[in-house]
T-cell receptor
């Protein structure tokens, strides 16, 4: 069963704008990860944030985690057309559970 | 390293036939995961192994599905008999106990096998 739920399901923005995607989950976690999936390809790991961390940066990515609200957000700054993909959050307890994903379209 | 290797990349079969999907994890990884992805259900974890031992198979939909990992470099997911509702993309992923890049728990996905059951 799915653990994380991404919001929105789909997001369309112009190149250069920022994209924010949210993830909510149900149970306590050890860490939360974000993955990207280009159409027809496997998932690629982007960033991991541990349950005792509140914010993490990696290049144009910024992830926040609020364990009290059981939610996380992924911010992509200065988006590019190449960022067009589906983005999934995954929560780690004893195993890994993925959400349904947010489909991001960045228009050139 | 070539990454996680899956074969075949595409499989078209008829209902009732046996289907075997194959996966070669990244050398040295301790964990191997099988996922199924469909538009309706998203990405579902079917089963995962640690050091070749199945740890959690609660995601396996029914007895028609079975998975084995006879050694550290090979795993199979078998569907017998196959049904049209099994049509999906099946991903294999592997994960090290600890990783140099990405930190622990990072999973590395294969390209997937697109299964179509007619």
């Amino acid at each position: 069963s799915q653990q994380g739920e991404e919001d929105p399901q789909a997001l369309s923005i112009q190149e250069g704008e920022n994209a924010t995607m949210n993830c909510s989950y149900k149970t306590s976690i050890n860490n939360l990860q974000w993955y990207r999936q280009n159409s027809g390809r496997g998932l690629v790991h982007l960033i991991l944030i541990r349950s005792n961390e509140r914010e993490k940066h990696s290049g144009r990515l910024r992830v926040t985690l609020d364990t009290s609200k059981k939610s996380s957000s992924l911010l992509i700054t200065a988006s590019r057309a190449a960022d067009t993909a589906s983005y999934f959050c995954a929560t780690r307890t004893n195993d890994m559970r993925f959400g349904a994903g947010t489909r991001l379209t960045v228009k050139p | 390293d070539a990454g996680v290797i899956q074969s075949p990349r595409h499989e078209v079969t008829e209902m009732g036939q046996e289907v075997t999907l194959r996966c070669k994890p990244i050398s040295g990884h301790d964990y191997l995961f099988w996922y199924r992805q469909t538009m309706m259900r998203g990405l579902e974890l079917l089963i995962y192994f640690n050091n070749n031992v199945p740890i959690d198979d609660s995601g396996m939909p029914e007895d028609r599905f079975s998975a084995k990992m006879p050694n550290a470099s090979f795993s199979t997911l078998k569907i017998q008999p196959s049904e049209p509702r099994d049509s999906a993309v099946y991903f294999c992923a592997s994960s090290p106990a600890t990783a140099v890049i990405g930190g622990p728990d990072t999973q590395y996905f294969g390209p997937g096998t697109r299964l179509t059951v007619l």
